[in-house]
């Protein structure tokens, strides 16, 4: 099964500061991936999804951008991070059965 | 709409039964899935089932699928209090790559 790796785990960033997550997927190959934002340790919200290099859904509008340089490689931005924003970010992939596989999270504190 | 529905809380004694339920909304979903997460952890995949199967079991874990009722629940014998965690149901929205996950049930296992 895939592995996926996300960076860092906590993060603060001041509001009006630039975001960037990155998401590395190990064991398979053309995964279909996908960033989750959970607010409070609640139900999962869906950001983007991205089922191949440079193709990227978004499901609500917001603050946030997505992009997809290479194949097992999926980051999360901002180019200036409002309060809203802090939450615990998820990164997933998925292949057969659409089984998606997710990262440890990254706890985002915008101050 | 695409709500998933799930009781935020269940309480129950080390070595009962917990049975955690769910009713989804699409009644065209391929696979129905069952996740687990920790205090600060991703989600883990527990089990999933085929739509066109009634029942799964695996080790401690029963899955029971009414697909006429779009019910889904999650059974787990002689609960330990390492299983005090959220428990996830998510389906996959025919059609799409996308899942549509429940409000998440916090179990606490009582010594």
């Known amino acids: 099964s895939q592995t996926i790796h996300q960076w860092p785990a906590t993060l603060v960033q001041p509001v009006g500061s630039p975001l960037s997550l990155e998401c590395t997927v190990e064991?398979?190959?053309?995964?279909?991936l996908y960033w989750y934002r959970q607010a409070a340790g609640r139900g999962l919200q869906l950001l983007f999804y991205?089922?191949?290099?440079?193709?990227i859904s978004s499901e609500v509008p917001q603050n946030l951008s997505a992009s997809r340089p290479q194949d097992r490689q999926f980051i999360l931005s901002s180019k200036k991070l409002l309060l809203s924003d802090s939450g615990f970010y998820l990164c997933?992939?998925?292949?057969?059965?659409?089984?998606?596989?997710f990262g440890a999270g990254t706890r985002l504190s915008v101050l | 709409g695409e709500d998933v529905e799930q009781s935020l809380f269940l309480s129950v004694r080390e070595g009962d039964s917990s049975v955690i339920n769910c009713t989804y909304t699409?009644?065209?979903?391929?696979?129905l899935y069952w996740y687990k997460q920790e205090p600060g952890a991703g989600l883990q995949l527990l089990t999933y089932?085929?739509?066109?199967?009634d029942m799964k079991q695996d080790q401690r874990l029963t899955v029971l699928l009414n697909k006429k009722d779009k019910h889904l629940s999650l059974r787990i014998a002689d609960t330990q209090t390492g299983d005090s965690a959220i428990y996830f149901c998510?389906?996959?929205?025919?059609?799409?790559?996308?899942?549509?996950f429940g409000t998440g049930t916090r179990l606490k296992v009582l010594a």
């Open positions: 997933a992939g998925a292949e057969a059965k659409n089984i998606q596989y």
């Open positions: 064991g398979t190959s053309n995964p279909n």
């Open positions: 991205s089922v191949g290099i440079g193709q």
């Open positions: 699409d009644s065209s979903s391929t696979y």
């Open positions: 089932i085929f739509s066109n199967m």
């Open positions: 998510a389906e996959s929205l025919s059609g799409t790559y996308k899942y549509i």
